[in-house]
T-cell receptor, first 109, second 117 residues
Framework: DAKTTQPTSMDCAEGRAANLPCNHS???????VYWYRQIHSQGPQYIIH???NNETNEMASLIITEDRKSSTLILPHATLRDTAVYYC??????????FGTGTRLQVFP | GAVVSQHPSWVICKSGTSVKIECRSL??????MFWYRQFPKQSLMLMAT?????????EQGVEKDKFLINHASLTLSTLTVTSAHPEDSSFYIC?????????????FGPGTRLTVL
């Protein structure tokens, strides 16, 4: 599975949009981009996933570049409860989810 | 929504004893479950893949005789840490893949914190 690169940490003001980037320049054609988050001392929570089209659900939006080498997770109106570590994972034809180091998002009042 | 539970949520044991952790999918069947380990301030590390009715597949570097996995039914997988030592102290998390799902729909449990004295 392709490796991902994410910033170590980011800050965001409450109520503003949080844009979390992920680089996956070695992604191949059949690999999906998944986003999970982990709030402190809890299990990871699924957020969204996509292949090449932009996706939106009740939690977030996922923007994937046309060449699929990078993507951005957007939390449109961040709240304090969105403070967590966000993981961008690229998964191919396997059940495994391999977690990288993620981005620690701190939402402040 | 799909719920995965783990029991116990935390456990403290003496060095040399064995500890069993249960992972249950409460409202769906899971042919495949996964076990992860997470040390403080680190990411989740996949330990093994557990398939119902067959032997688990362990990741490189994970001792299968130390971390015994049993997946006897479609809703239950257990991880037994045998002869636990202080270096086994960690946060153990399971996930369950919903059987028949069209994509890799995995749901994670809340984790079990193991402290070995």
């Amino acid at each position: 599975d392709a490796k991902t690169t994410q910033p170590t940490s980011m800050d965001c003001a409450e109520g503003r949009a949080a844009n979390l980037p992920c680089n996956h320049s070695t992604i191949s054609g059949n690999e999906y981009v998944y986003w999970y988050r982990q709030i402190h001392s809890q299990g990871p929570q699924y957020i969204i996933h996509g292949l090449k089209n932009n996706e939106t659900n009740e939690m977030a939006s996922l923007i994937i570049t046309e060449d699929r080498k990078s993507s951005t997770l957007i939390l449109p109106h961040a709240t304090l409860r969105d403070t967590a570590v966000y993981y961008c994972i690229v998964r191919g034809n396997t059940d495994k989810l391999i977690f990288g180091t993620g981005t620690r998002l701190q939402v402040f009042p | 929504g799909a719920v995965v539970s783990q029991h116990p949520s935390w456990v403290i044991c003496k060095s040399g004893t064995s500890v069993k952790i249960e992972c249950r999918s409460l409202d769906f069947q899971a042919t495949t479950m996964f076990w992860y380990r997470q040390f403080p301030k680190q990411s989740l590390m996949l330990m093994a893949t557990s398939n119902e009715g067959s032997k688990a597949t362990y990741e490189q570097g994970v001792e299968k005789d130390k971390f015994l996995i049993n997946h006897a039914s479609l809703t239950l997988s257990t991880l037994t840490v045998t002869s636990a030592h202080p270096e086994d102290s960690s946060f153990y998390i399971c996930s369950a893949r919903r059987s028949g799902s069209s994509y890799n729909e995995q749901f994670f449990g809340p984790g079990t914190r193991l402290t070995v004295l």
